[in-house]
């Protein structure tokens, strides 16, 4: 088990910020000043500077820091080959997931991971695949699963799952269900994702590879959320490129259409992240290879009753 007063002062040290530090921690602010002076006593040393109306890191926690996350990985490593060798799949399991996969995939994944593995405690966040990523190289997380290309040598990337990108527009737009050419987006609104999205580097490679400049390439709005983007389509603000699974919802209902840009091949693959070396072991290893396994299942759900319904609604 890690080390209390250890684990108070790296939750610290991520916020700089007592108070947001005792709400992840379920503990009052007084108990994790407490903490933190005791550390601080029993090192000899401050490990935050509290003056300036600011806190931040000394040079003796920047220096504790590094230390206090290996510790904690170790301990996760302990944990998951005690609980392994008794095999009754009993763990933690902490997953990162970029915001498509965390809210359209990963909750089936797991619905069905949890029904083999049922005494496992999971955790799980969202971000932006460069979010996550960093999340796993800090080992806040266990595994990450990501919808972009992993651009960093110091992971392993696992695909999973194949994923089509498709253009959306507003139900009542011109370009709804039919075909367009690639230089009819060189002047429209388009919106995107925020810098360090895996779904905007897909979009950006594929259309300068069908043909596009890069400084062709305009948002004319950025939100972070592929929900904010089908919000703004929804009230005409421009048109988008998002997954199939996140837009089938708007399609059942009418609410929003496909239109399809001839020559353009949007396609991508969901992976799995974890850190070079062995492969991850407990819980984490269990997972993936539950997901390497079950995953093409999903994928070959159909996908094309939505678009239909979306037709019929006219």
């Not at 966040?125 to 110091?154: C, F, W, Y």
């Not at 400049?213 to 904010?228: F, N, P, V």
């Amino acid at each position: 088990m890690e080390n209390f007063r250890l684990k108070v002062f790296r939750v610290v040290a991520r916020h700089l910020n007592f108070s947001r530090a005792a709400e992840e921690l379920l503990l009052t602010q007084p108990a994790v000043t407490q903490q933190i002076k005791a550390l601080e006593d029993e090192y000899g040393v401050p490990l935050f500077d509290r003056s300036g109306g600011r806190i931040a890191l000394t040079a003796a926690g920047s220096a504790l820091l590094p230390y206090a996350d290996k510790l904690k990985e170790l301990s996760d490593e302990a944990f998951d080959a005690v609980t392994s060798s008794i095999g009754d799949n009993v763990g933690k399991l902490s997953l990162g997931a970029s915001q498509t996969i965390g809210q359209y995939i990963l909750p089936t994944l797991v619905a069905g991971f949890l029904k083999e593995s049922p005494r496992t405690a999971v955790t799980a966040v969202s971000g932006n695949t460069d979010e996550i990523l960093d999340m796993l190289a800090a080992h806040k997380i266990q595994l990450a699963m990501i919808e972009g290309p992993g651009l960093r040598k110091d992971f392993r990337i696992e695909p999973f799952m194949e994923d089509q990108m498709v253009l959306v527009v507003p139900a009542s737009h011109e370009w709804a269900d039919t075909e367009i050419r690639l230089d009819d987006l060189r002047h429209a609104p388009l919106l995107m994702r925020e810098f360090g999205s895996g779904s905007r580097r897909i979009v950006e490679t594929a259309l300068i590879k069908a043909g596009l400049k890069k400084k062709e390439i305009r948002a004319t709005m950025e939100l972070d959320s592929t929900e904010g983007l089908l919000s703004a389509v929804e009230a005409g603000l421009g048109i988008t490129f998002v997954s199939r699974w996140a837009v089938r919802n708007q399609l059942t209902l009418g609410t929003l259409r496909l239109a399809r840009v001839s020559g353009l091949q949007l396609s991508r693959m969901f992976s799995l992240a974890y850190p070079t070396g062995p492969e991850p072991m407990g819980s984490a290893g269990v997972f993936r290879s539950f997901v390497l396994s079950r995953s093409p299942d999903l994928a070959l759900r159909p996908t094309g009753k939505p678009q239909k319904a979306a037709a019929r609604a006219t």
